[in-house]
């Protein structure tokens, strides 16, 4: 489906260049809307295109090489959107302006006005064929034109978390055993708000959620909250797609694939090695600091910026930069990269993510500070003494005054390093979509690169020993009976939320923890009974426990752990030699695919238990 917008309007401006029927426009959510069409001029270096007092006018600045056009009679408060049929240029607002790359004698350039749900839609065309000096190498131009990295001034609107997609039930027995195994952990510990779990494996979802979201509010299993960290498996599956696409390489340098971006003078190369490539900036090896270091007065001026933008992160770096090669957590890498992807991909981050992964694979997610706040979001607990209150508890209400929208401006110094909002449903189909053979959020040649890239020594992140790769980590989890399993996945916490996201290749199981409170504490024992990510492990182990039991597939698990000194590509099965009912451990059958698929049914909870299990087809 990639692209898929972009082929529809590219065949719909042919139908009408050949003289055939005028299709039906479509909206930038799909919709058909009403259109109206001016003629194309032949050349013409202006156009135009009015509804009733709507209008568009197009001009060529033939000396600049780009296009400049001009809304008018629009409504107040409407949402604008103007789109292309050939360049890579998108925009908001009554005016856009895109560079011009290529001689066409059929540019259409499409404008949208939203209100209310309905929309309308003007198209004016330009003929470019024969002006002169238009054509430029792609070394010359831009990938994108100047104003697709957009700053914020309107806000995406938030998903509604209304379900996309129809899920099946696991087995009731192993139902039971996961709802066992949060009850027990979350009921075992302290200073919690609530919990919300996830396990999915090729079209079977179990979700389920304890506690609370807020001081008044339940948490349910389809409630939203800040994944953090785990963001960043987004990110690292977009920039592998679009290096797969061919539209940059991993050896590629942050200069050659930013230097065109209209942001690119801001960054200081004292601090941001200009050398360094999007390889180590996957890996965290590129030797930049984290701009979140020096909390200081541009820190936050950033927070409180309505005119926020991606730039505005990599510029907070006050360190200079190291030599790459050595491993160092930084969420510049991670910034950097979004930027990256952006200038790239010709889009807002938030939409590049729904276009490529949220609605394909029928998951909803938003991109804070790009998209807005999903409603009933969790709120953020913690001990509220680091926010300027009092013991544990929500740690919005002790904020400094300033943060009027404590999701939205936290967010400003988060993005793509840990600003996405969604469900521990959503998250753990996310999960199996892309580490799992079965899954579709990337191609398997891409695949193959996310889980060999884990190289050099484990290293310590969120209390627990793991190897770093592309923005994605590989860890052990032991299970207590002699065995364990390999894992995959990323961590994330701070600022009210913990989450952590596994995927087990052994398995062939995806789980998702999430919580609405941070604690520092790292590990688990009679002195640190807080929630944490220590109880997210002790949930993880008795899940995959209860699975494997439900199963019968310990001798299988223990056979498969033969193969740990491979590669990922080298212990992949051959699938000559794999059967539909062979299990998904190399020949061991163990977990088939003929399982019955068991419908979920819901059982209403009392408003006073604080547990929840989502209905059919929700996560």
Not at 433 to 441: H, P, R, V
Not at 530 to 536: G, H, P
């Amino acid at each position: 489906m990639r692209y898929l917008l972009k082929i529809l309007l590219l065949l719909a401006a042919l139908i009408t260049a050949c003289g055939g029927d005028t299709a039906p426009e479509v909206g930038k959510d799909g919709r058909a809307v009403a259109t109206t069409q001016t003629t194309k001029p032949s050349p013409s270096m202006a156009s135009a295109s009015q509804i009733d007092d709507l209008a568009i006018s197009c001009n060529f600045d033939e000396a600049h090489r780009q296009v400049i056009c001009e809304a008018s009679g629009y409504t107040e408060g409407a949402r604008l959107y103007w789109w292309t049929n050939s360049e890579q240029a998108e925009g908001e607002g009554a005016n856009f302006t895109f560079r011009i790359t290529q001689e066409r004698p059929d540019l259409s350039i499409m404008f949208e006005e939203c209100e209310d749900g309905a929309c309308q839609t003007l198209t004016t065309h330009l003929d470019i064929s024969d002006m002169k000096n238009v054509g430029v190498s792609a070394q010359e131009s831009p990938k994108t034109p100047q104003g697709t990295e957009q700053s914020i001034g309107l806000i995406d609107p938030a998903p509604d978390f209304t379900p996309q997609t129809v899920y099946v039930a696991f087995p009731a027995d192993m139902q039971s055993k996961f709802e066992q195994s949060v009850d027990q952990a979350f009921n075992s510990a302290t200073d919690k708000a609530g919990i919300s779990v996830g396990v999915y494996q090729g079209g079977r979802l179990w979700s389920y959620a304890m506690g609370t979201a807020s001081e008044s509010v339940p948490m349910r299993a389809e409630t939203p909250m800040l994944i953090r960290s785990v963001s960043k498996t987004f990110i690292a599956a977009l920039i592998l797609s679009q290096v797969e696409d061919g539209l940059y390489k991993l050896s590629d340098t942050i200069s050659s694939v930013l230097s065109d971006h209209p942001d690119y003078g801001e960054i200081d190369t004292d601090f941001i090695n200009p050398d360094v490539t999007v390889s180590q900036l996957l890996s965290m090896t590129a030797g930049l600091a984290d701009y979140g270091e020096n909390k200081g007065s541009d820190y936050s001026a950033v927070l409180a910026s309505a005119a926020w933008k991606p730039a505005d992160l990599p510029r907070l770096v006050s360190s200079p930069h190291t030599s790459p090669g050595e491993y160092a957590y930084s969420n510049t890498n991670t910034a950097l990269l979004g930027m990256i992807a952006e200038h790239q991909g010709g889009l807002p981050l938030n939409r590049l993510l729904k276009q490529e992964f949220f609605d394909p694979l029928g998951i909803s997610a938003a991109l804070l500070p790009q998209d807005g706040t999903p409603a009933d979001t969790a709120r953020p607990h913690g001990d509220r003494e680091q926010w300027g209150g009092v013991g544990f508890g929500d740690i919005s209400e002790s904020s400094s005054g300033w943060r009027q929208d404590w999701f939205l401006q936290t967010n400003r110094t988060t993005w793509i390093g840990g600003g996405i909002v969604t469900t521990a449903g959503n998250l753990a189909h996310w999960g199996y979509e892309l580490f799992s053979e079965g899954g579709s959020a990337i191609a398997p040649k891409v695949r193959e690169t996310l889980l060999d890239s884990f190289v050099g020594e484990t290293v310590r992140i969120g209390g627990t020993l793991q190897q770093y790769g592309f923005h994605v980590t590989k860890s052990t989890l032991e299970l207590g009976d002699g065995s364990n399993l390999v894992m995959y996945g990323h961590p994330g916490s701070g600022g009210g939320f913990t989450a952590l996201l596994l995927y087990s290749p052994q398995l062939d199981l995806s789980i998702t923890v999430l919580a609405n409170s941070h604690s520092d504490v790292r590990s688990g024992g009679p002195e640190n009974t807080a929630l944490s990510a220590a109880t997210f492990h002790t949930i993880m182990r008795a899940i995959s426990l209860a699975y494997l039991q439900e199963k019968g597939a310990a001798t299988a698990l223990v056979a498969s752990q033969k193969d740990d000194s491979k590669t990922e590509s080298e212990r992949r099965p051959d699938p000559e030699q794999t059967t539909p009912d062979t299990a998904r451990f190399n020949g061991n059958a163990c977990i088939t695919d003929s399982d019955p698929q068991l419908v979920f049914t819901h059982e209403m909870v009392p408003l006073e238990d604080t547990r929840h299990t989502a209905p059919p087809g929700s996560v």
